[in-house]
């Protein structure tokens, strides 16, 4: 009972706790006149725990061995790579002052709560054992958009919008829109208008709330008055707000029904983004571009803001179109920094392709085109598919001829000296979430008719890259919208970003399993990334490795079937039926083909880290290295160690679940993962071979 209530201790509690169960510690601390003495008698002992016989306890060793990680780094001044400053590290000597009662600092009481966690495990490691019926029992607890409670109080909300919709288009003066009524129409005829409107993608983006009046209008008036106030003071910061009347047909306004938590988190703003905006940070240092300089990668590009680079074999292409605006605004974005510098936003005439952006195009495809290692475009944004039908065949035509372009002069280098040729080509976008009505026959005949050409050019690899965060949206527009991309022979990869609700224990698993049986298969897991802007939603990266190795564990494809279930992926159709049979058949409850990582300025994604120390706040401070498994820039031999600060201390996550009526006992093993390896690279996501060497030469590479 009492470590359950560690989580609210003070100071003057903890002092006792620790006294009570590690008197040993205590006396050490009490007898040693300096924090180097009590750093060497805390070696001493830790060393004696380890257990030295064959068949000795794994946990224990693992639990005193991150112990005397943090005894080796305690003084250290280490350069944090996302802030750009040095700190110091005073782990052990915050603890001895503590347990001396010479505490000199203003520290919480989380890093203490963390320290007694790293001790009891000491005292009494546990084997952990994932548990597949409790993992399932989790799972069952998330509803999808296709149940069928979740669809009638969606049929019930989109009731309420339509009528706040009828009275939205009687009252709005907008001559040149198509969605206006005819004089004399009566109600029952505007309300049949409507429902036919609501089919159609542009209505959405046209009808789209943009106030936080009028959100909470449509939301049946349902938003609390701090809500309200929050809301009030990001539209005076400038704060954009852009939600479509289908994703917001999925929240839950009633007191009961389903928990839409994940999905409600990433359309209402917490205190901490509020406050933080207009400050923001650029957490994606090689996305700062400045003429003529080599970005934080070493990368070399083109001016504006049109491509970014991290890696040797791709660049993200954002196009000046529609595409730099989104179907909404996530409230933990990646470039939200974008937003608030306006190079994003949903002024969508302002976003209309200019007369130079042909040009401008055939300029940013000849960076792609000379460059000697670049293979994979990943067209995003804001959204590669919010662009219109004419601009995205005109960008896919062009990346087409792009590729025709390098192939062939290829054929005049030798062996060794040729270039990387386009393989893969992908389109990012969260539409098939936010606005699956976006997905229209026009739309899948572009990408099929792109996919026949460029595969005989050489494109092997057709992926639309899509954001669910939730088993709730995949509603039954979602699902149709899946089925007809995969119908056109892409394939839908998906990857999630890792907040606070949707880290709830079987909430990621449930995800996987929902979006296994439509065909779409998981990329990537990714921790939030930022600064304080994003602390209400960050979960720590010892939550990801808990999902990891408690949760992902019964997803994981057995060796001798990996080649079955690439060739399923790649070629049988309908993938989501194979796909669901395939995990049948072998007994896996959804198919763990996702990594999970957390995205480190210019670095690359990894999870491969150790927790060398906390700070006064209880944040643990992590010593990463790169995903040894891919290439990078060679700007990573030149950058030595990268450390990084989480966002917040794992006791105050704990206290985010507890708050949200989770029991955070299931929780517990947490403290064990202070130690991460970057999963491997499934291999429906590595490139082909080609059939000649590639020149080893870097172009536009600056270090």
Same mark, same amino acid.
């Given at each position: ?197 609501? $089919? &159609?993608? @542009?209505?959405?983006?046209?009808? /789209?709330?943009?106030? +936080? ?6 939301? %049946? #008036? ?83 803001? $049109? &491509?970014? @680079?991290?890696?040797?074999?791709? /660049?993200?292409?954002? +196009? ?6 989104? %179907? #909404? ?375």
């Amino acid at each position: 009972m009492i470590k359950r209530r560690l989580l609210s201790y003070d100071i003057p509690q903890l002092t006792k706790v620790f006294k009570k169960d590690f008197p040993q510690l205590v006396t050490m601390a009490e007898e040693s006149e300096s924090a180097a003495l009590f750093k060497e008698a805390l070696r001493s002992f830790v060393f004696s725990r380890i257990d030295k016989t064959v068949g000795g306890s794994n946990m224990g060793n693992a639990v005193a061995k991150r112990i005397l990680l943090l005894i080796e780094h305690d003084g250290m001044m280490v350069f944090e790579l996302s802030t750009g400053e040095e700190m110091p590290v005073r782990t052990i000597t915050c603890l001895w002052q503590f347990l001396a009662g010479k505490l000199e600092e203003d520290v919480s009481p989380d890093f203490f709560i963390d320290l007694y966690w790293q001790f009891e495990l000491l005292e009494k490691p546990e084997e952990i054992v994932p548990d597949r019926s409790l993992v399932k029992r989790q799972m069952n607890r998330w509803p999808t958009g296709l149940d069928e409670e979740v669809m009638a109080i969606r049929y019930s909300n989109k009731e309420r919008i339509i009528a706040g919709l009828i009275r939205k288009i009687e009252r709005r003066h907008a001559p040149t829109s198509r969605f206006q009524f005819t004089e004399g129409m009566s109600y029952a005829e505007k309300y049949v208008k409507v429902q036919e409107w609501w $089919n &159609i993608g @542009r209505f959405h983006l046209a009808m /789209a709330f943009k106030s +936080p009046t009028e959100l909470n209008y449509f939301l %049946g #008036g349902s938003l609390s008055a701090g809500t309200m106030d929050l809301l009030a003071r990001a539209r005076k910061k400038g704060m954009p707000f852009f939600v479509t009347p289908y994703y917001l047909s999925l929240l839950n306004t009633n007191t009961s029904g389903y928990d839409d938590a994940a999905i409600r988190s990433y359309i209402l703003y917490s205190e901490e983004l509020v406050d933080t905006y207009g400050r923001i940070k650029a957490w994606e240092k090689e996305d700062i571009v400045v003429a003529g300089q080599p970005n934080a990668a070493g990368w070399l590009l083109p001016e504006g803001h $049109n &491509i970014h @680079r991290r890696y040797p074999e791709v /660049a993200i292409l954002i +196009p000046d179109s529609m595409g730099r605006a989104c %179907g #909404g605004l996530c409230a933990s974005c990646q470039r939200m920094y974008d937003f608030q510098s306006e190079r994003l936003n949903f002024d969508f005439e302002s976003l209309k392709p200019k007369e130079t952006w042909d040009k401008k195009l055939r300029r940013l495809m000849r960076y792609f085109e000379e460059d000697a290692q670049l293979r994979d475009i990943l067209i995003t944004g804001g959204d590669a598919l919010m662009s219109q039908n004419a601009t995205l065949r005109n960008i896919l035509d062009a990346v087409y001829k792009m590729a025709v372009r390098k192939r062939k002069a290829n054929e005049s280098r030798p062996e060794g000296e040729k270039y990387a040729e386009l393989q893969r080509v992908r389109l990012g976008s969260r539409l098939l979430a936010y606005l699956p009505l976006r997905i229209t026959d026009e739309l899948v005949g572009i990408l099929r008719s792109f996919k026949d050409k460029a595969s005989r050019v050489g494109v092997t690899q057709f992926i639309i890259q899509t954001h669910f965060q939730s088993p709730l949206e995949v509603t039954p527009e979602a699902k149709k919208a899946i089925e007809a991309i995969l119908s056109a022979g892409w394939i839908i990869t998906n990857q999630l970003v890792y907040t606070v609700a949707a880290s709830r224990r079987g909430h990621t698993a449930k995800l996987r399993q929902t979006l296994n049986a439509m065909g779409v298969v998981c990329y990537y897991t990714f921790s939030v990334k930022g600064f304080h802007e994003n602390y209400a939603v960050f979960a720590p990266n010892s939550r990801s490795l808990q999902e990891q190795q408690e949760e992902k564990v019964f997803g994981l494809i057995p060796k001798e079937k990996q080649k079955e279930l690439y060739r399923l992926i790649r070629y049988e159709r309908p993938l989501g039926k194979k796909l669901s049979g395939f995990l049948k058949e072998n007994r896996l409850l959804f198919a763990a083909t996702d990594r999970s990582v957390l995205n480190l300025p210019a670095i690359g994604k990894s999870m491969t880290f150790q927790m060398v120390g906390l700070t006064t706040e209880g944040k643990r401070i992590l010593k990463f290295d790169h995903d040894t498994g891919r290439r990078h820039s060679p700007i990573i031999d030149r950058m030595g160690e990268v450390y990084i600060v989480e966002n917040k201390s794992v006791a105050a996550y704990l206290r985010q679940l507890q708050d949200m009526g989770e029991d955070v006992r299931e929780y517990i093993s947490i403290w064990n993962y202070s130690e991460g390896r970057t999963e491997p690279r499934f291999s429906i996501y590595e490139y082909p071979d080609y059939p000649f060497d590639v020149t080893e030469k870097m172009t536009n590479l600056e270090l």
